[in-house]
């Protein structure tokens, strides 16, 4: 019987080989607010999710207007981003990630 072979896609900062990792904490969601750091990497699977997923997150940490109340305290809800200056896409990548998995 042979070994299965999954393949994934991660985004690796090439300088220091620290990987984008899941995020932690609010079920998982908040992934602009991460940055490169030591640990399992998150897994895409295409190479196109990891190549979108990293334009987004070099915009900057997606944040959501709240209660406004120029119009009268209702719930606005609109994304907008905050950009990160240390973000470069010169300095991500994206890598191809192979597991096996035994029989």
């Known amino acids: 019987m042979t070994d299965r072979i999954a393949t994934y896609w991660c985004l690796r900062e090439a300088h220091t ?5 899941p995020a932690v904490g609010r ?3 908040g992934g602009s607010f991460e940055e490169p750091r030591e ?7 295409s ?3 990891a190549k979108g997923w990293l334009t987004t997150w070099l ?11 120029a119009t009268g305290g209702e719930y606005d809800g609109t994304n907008y981003y905050v950009p ?14 192979e597991l096996r998995m035994a029989p």
């Open 27 to 29: 079920n998982g969601k």
């Open 84 to 97: 990160v200056a240390s973000r470069d896409r010169a300095k991500m990548e994206v890598v191809k990630v």
């Open 47 to 49: 190479e196109r999710a």
């Open 59 to 69: 915009k900057g940490q997606v944040h959501i207007r709240g209660f406004d109340s």
């Open 39 to 45: 640990g399992a990497p998150k897994l895409f699977n």
């Open 17 to 21: 080989s620290r990987y984008i990792c």
